[in-house]
């Protein structure tokens, strides 16, 4: 089962800040977030991944608690083309490469 | 372009048949991995492989086979004995080593078995 739990749906306004949460309250130290995005009929992309610490790529930004039970996906400027379902996945480093893919969140943004 | 194809994009086969679904990648990377994605659903896990000539099943391998001969291929084959094939079939691949082992997807096969 996924270790993760996120809000089946979402809509934001294009041009505004998409803010999509996760939480993952049994995640143990060992284990990394992961999110991914799947446009419709496409194959998964990968986002970004965090540790503990807050990460930001050219995509979006990914912010941890401190007690790291849930995190938060940020799309800062959403576009249409940002529609689409988002996975939080948690794995281990040491695990055999499994991710364990819960339902996501499907995000419309609407114009 | 560095990449993983997948092909085809959309299958179709009679029930009882056997059928092999391609997955090439040219990223250079060791390991692959095939998922199974039904409508609404997260992707599971049917079989991934870390090494040339060696495989291990995932979490739903039961009606499919896999081979691993070349580092680029990982080709699944849906055989008669999977009860409910029809689905959408995504293969990846990533690396094995460092910090950061993203998967990267193929566009995926649609399977339709009637």
């Known amino acids: 089962d996924a270790k993760t739990t996120q809000p089946p749906s979402m809509d934001c306004a294009e041009g505004r800040a998409a803010n999509l949460p996760c939480n993952h309250s049994?995640?143990?130290?060992?284990?990394?977030v992961y999110w991914y995005r799947q446009i419709h009929s496409q194959g998964p992309q990968y986002i970004i991944h965090?540790?503990?610490?807050?990460e930001t790529n050219e995509m979006a930004s990914l912010i941890i608690t401190e007690d790291r039970k849930s995190s938060t996906l940020i799309l800062p400027h959403a576009t249409l083309r940002d529609t689409a379902v988002y996975y939080c996945?948690?794995?281990?480093?040491?695990?055999?490469?499994?991710?364990?893919w819960g339902a996501g969140t499907k995000l419309i943004i609407k114009p | 372009d560095g990449g993983i194809t997948q092909s085809p994009k959309y299958l179709f086969r009679k029930e009882g048949q056997n059928v092999t679904l391609s997955c090439e990648q040219n990223l250079n990377h060791d390991a692959m991995y095939w998922y199974r994605q039904d409508p609404g659903q997260g992707l599971r896990l049917i079989y991934y492989s870390q090494i040339v000539n060696d495989f291990q099943k995932g979490d739903i391998a039961e009606g499919y086979s896999v081979s691993r001969e070349k580092k680029e291929s990982f080709p699944l084959t849906v055989t008669s004995a999977q009860k409910n094939p029809t689905a959408f079939y995504l293969c990846?691949?990533?690396?094995?080593?460092?910090?950061?082992?993203?998967?990267?997807f193929g566009p995926g096969t649609r399977l339709t078995v009637t």
């Open positions: 990846a691949s990533s690396i094995l080593y460092g910090n950061s082992y993203e998967q990267y």
């Open positions: 049994t995640i143990s130290g060992n284990e990394y």
């Open positions: 996945i948690v794995r281990a480093m040491d695990s055999n490469y499994q991710l364990i």
């Open positions: 965090g540790l503990k610490n807050n």
